[in-house]
């Protein structure tokens, strides 16, 4: 089992940066990709970006240049820098971890961009 917490959510202005962080525990060596994907109100849960234990990274072209992902081995932790943050980027964020061919979801963090 990999239990997965999400922090760093919250209320910022149109054009401002947060960073997200995910901290694996339970067990969380073997953890291939680790990534974080979206959900806003009414819409689909939708991949923002992933990285893989090797380091290579994926994000989706609505973030891309704007949103950094990267992850600390040593630390199972996989951080989410945004920048230049609009409006729709405003969802639940979820961070979520294969390992073995299972998925682990975290439980979201809230991240509100205010126009």
């Known amino acids: 089992q990999v239990q997965l917490v999400e922090s760093g959510g919250g209320l910022v202005q149109a054009g401002g940066s947060l960073r997200l962080s995910c901290a694996a525990s339970?067990?969380?060596?073997?953890?291939?990709?680790m990534g974080w994907y979206r959900q806003a109100p009414g819409k689909q849960r939708e991949p923002v970006a992933a990285?893989?234990?090797?380091?290579?990274?994926n994000y989706a072209d609505s973030v891309k240049g704007r949103f950094t992902i990267a992850r600390d081995n040593a630390k199972n932790t996989v951080y989410l820098r945004m920048s230049s943050l609009k409006p729709e980027d405003t969802a639940v964020y979820y961070c979520?971890?294969?390992?073995?061919?299972?998925?682990?979801w975290g439980q979201g963090t809230q991240v509100t961009v205010s126009s």
């Open positions: 979520n971890a294969l390992r073995t061919g299972l998925v682990y």
């Open positions: 339970g067990s969380p060596s073997s953890i291939n990709a």
């Open positions: 990285i893989t234990s090797g380091g290579s990274t």
